[in-house]
């Protein structure tokens, strides 16, 4: 396929950001080529946290209904330290539109929006195709990509070029606007187990004991995923100790596992390892070029806001392409545009990171005095109603406005006629269907 495409805007990385940015900017009549480096979406990922934020907001984008059956409510979070529950919250208490969190497999996901964009004129989508360079004259703005794919060399000329390939971007590489990378002082360890009998299937849980914490998060169909920290670089050290040292430290943060990984978890091909960093850039946009998703600001795993960004992100930038290449789309204007997007979301990006880095801290904190510190800490936050609605509402409900009490009535009302099967699709009720996204 040695040759050029031509479209206004090329984005690189077929993610839940590239993708929902991709349709958005299709529905709205601008001509979009996605990049996407995988042949097919069936493949493992980490982000399956779906924040109610995105719910919320994949439900106005007609996405909720082609997902039916795919993803699995929250209910509940519990953390459990020293063995003891400290705090516990009920989503439901939450009076937002979309209360609940989901557990949503990134494939469904992508392989949704994909179908989505191709009903859609002006949508491609080239799988198995890489970026290979920008495409600039010297001095002068990117005007497009030139990509490698499974049937040759090709050149995608586009008035705008949007990297949306995560956290590692070659595109922010390629383009050289300056990021900083902060390494965090731990890295974490992934594996998946079958769900405990003594589990229910729609409670994330996380355990500390010490300095040590895991995170438990069920997954479709009857399993659970597992994170558990350990020292920054310190793989290699756990590798060495054994497959033992790996079931003893699952066993202390979950007794309830102890049996189930040692069965499980057979070689160390069973177990991947998440490198935590979190990526600042002054910068998300340079003239021909912007930066979305983790490319622009890769945040942890803590609380699931990677995806919830993402999406937030890309919602937020295509209507303000749209209206730039409705009044002539020069480069002048997309680099406006693509400088109010930033202005508009980095406010909300930093405050999650602040919040993930100060739950970072509360995790790491060990030793007598400061771990019973962080226990007095979560049950004065558990044993007060509000504190607890503000506390987790900075990471969940950034874009939600809060429902009056009539109207939480009248939803929760449609909710229990609905039955407990129809309460799982989180479909808002008609009259919230019709919102757009602010």
């Known amino acids: 396929m040695t040759g050029e495409l031509t479209a206004q805007v090329c984005v690189v990385g077929g993610g839940p950001a590239g993708l929902t940015l991709a349709v958005e900017l299709a529905k709205r009549s601008v001509s979009v080529v996605v990049l996407e480096k995988s042949a097919t979406f069936d493949r493992s990922f980490r982000g399956e946290s779906i924040s109610p934020d995105s719910v919320w907001l994949f439900d106005r984008l007609g996405l909720l209904d ?31 539109p979309q209360p609940f969190p989901v557990e949503l497999p990134q494939p469904a996901l992508l392989s949704a929006l994909a179908a989505m964009g191709e009903e859609l004129p002006g949508f491609t989508l080239l799988r198995a195709s890489t970026a290979a360079g920008l ?5 002068g703005p990117v005007t497009g990509v030139r990509a490698t794919t499974p049937d040759g060399e090709v ?3 586009a008035k705008l070029t949007v990297a949306a390939d995560g956290r590692f971007s070659k595109v922010r590489a390629l383009s050289g606007l300056p990021f900083t990378k902060l390494p965090l002082e731990r890295d974490v360890v992934w594996l998946k187990l079958p769900m405990p009998d003594a589990w229910d299937d729609a409670t994330y849980r996380i355990r500390i004991d010490g300095d040590q914490h895991g995170l438990f998060i069920p997954t479709r169909p009857d399993s659970v995923r597992v994170g558990f920290n350990i020292p920054k670089g310190g793989f290699k050290e756990l590798r060495a100790q054994g497959l033992p040292a790996l079931h003893e430290r699952i066993a202390r943060l979950a007794p309830e596992l102890a049996d189930t990984v040692r069965r499980s978890v057979l070689s160390w091909s069973d177990a991947s390892m998440l490198d935590i960093f979190t990526t600042v850039a002054p910068r998300w946009s ?30 937020t930038l295509a209507p303000l392409l749209s209206h730039t290449f409705a009044e002539g789309g020069d480069v002048v204007e997309l680099l406006r545009a693509s400088e109010e997007f930033q202005l508009a979301r980095e406010k909300s990006v930093s405050r999650s990171r602040s919040l993930q880095l100060r739950q970072e801290r509360l995790f790491a904190l060990h030793g ?3 771990g019973s510190f962080r226990r007095l800490l979560y049950r004065c936050v558990d044993g007060n109603r509000s504190l607890k609605r503000r506390a987790l509402a900075g990471a969940y409900f950034q874009l939600q ?12 009302a449609l909710r229990s006629w609905r039955g407990t099967a129809a309460a799982s699709s989180l479909r808002g009720a008609p009259s919230e269907r019709g919102q757009r996204p602010r």
Do not use: C, W
């Open 368 to 370: 007598a005095a400061s």
């Open 135 to 139: 495409v600039r004259d010297k001095g």
């Open 155 to 157: 050149t995608v000329r």
């Open 286 to 315: 340079m003239p021909g070029l912007t930066l979305i998703g983790d490319a622009a600001h890769t945040l942890t795993p803590i609380l699931g806001q990677g995806v919830n960004h993402a999406v937030i992100d890309a919602v």
């Open 66 to 96: 082609r997902l039916e059956g795919e993803y699995v409510p929250m209910r509940r979070m519990e953390i459990v330290d020293g063995g003891r529950a400290v705090l516990r919250a009920d989503f439901a208490d939450f009076p937002y």
């Open 401 to 412: 406005r809060p429902l009056t009490s009539e109207r939480r009535a009248a939803l929760g």
